[in-house]
Structures are given as structure tokens and as C-alpha cells.
């Protein structure tokens, strides 16, 4: 009897170890998964980062473009003269422009 109810503690003090044990587990588990410095947080990031830096690429070839173009503005009298007759729609004296509008039916 004596010895059954020490058997009987004992296995209730593991049971107990094995559920403080289990829910130690889960709060780590959470806290990896979930937490401001969790794994799930962590791959959004990275993910936002590569996004980051994809812009960052496109932003400075437009730069660079911008900037050649630019150069090209001041110092060529030829690239001035297709900006002006393209965008603004300028023309010599004596010249006649002729605009072609494309049929859109199918």
C-alpha cells in the first residue's frame, strides 16, 4: 500500500514534469515561430529586403539614364532639335508635318 502510493507520486511528479516540459515546448516554439524576431517575421523581411533592393537597382539605371540624356541636352544641338520636334511638336520654317493616325478597328 505504502509502496503503491509512492509509485503513484512518482508518476504524478512526471506526469507534471511532462506537462511543464510541453508547455515550455509550445511557448518556445511560439515565441521562434511567431515573435517580432521569429522565423515567419524574419522570411517577410527578407522577402521585403530583396523587393528593396530590386527598386533600388531599377532607380538608379533610371538615374543613370537621366543623366546621360542630360549630357546628351547640353552638349548636342542635334538631340535638342529631336526632343523639340518629338515632345513639343516644333518644326522648321518651310517644313510641313504630316501625322499619320493608326487604325485601331480590327
Do not use: H, P
Not at 542635334?78 to 511638336?89: D, N, P
Amino acid at each position: 500500500m505504502i509502496k503503491e502510493f509512492f509509485l503513484s507520486i512518482k508518476e504524478d511528479q512526471k506526469r507534471r514534469k511532462r506537462w511543464i516540459f510541453g508547455v515550455i515546448a509550445i511557448l518556445v516554439l511560439y515565441f521562434v515561430l511567431f515573435s517580432d524576431s521569429g522565423i515567419i517575421t524574419r522570411f517577410s523581411l527578407e522577402s521585403e529586403k530583396a523587393e528593396l533592393k530590386e527598386k533600388i537597382t531599377k532607380a538608379k539605371m533610371k538615374s543613370d539614364s537621366l543623366k546621360q540624356s542630360i549630357e546628351e541636352l547640353k552638349t548636342s544641338d542635334l538631340e535638342i532639335e529631336r526632343v523639340a520636334r518629338e515632345k513639343y511638336g516644333m518644326k522648321k520654317k518651310g517644313e510641313t508635318i504630316y501625322i499619320i493616325e493608326e487604325n485601331k478597328q480590327k
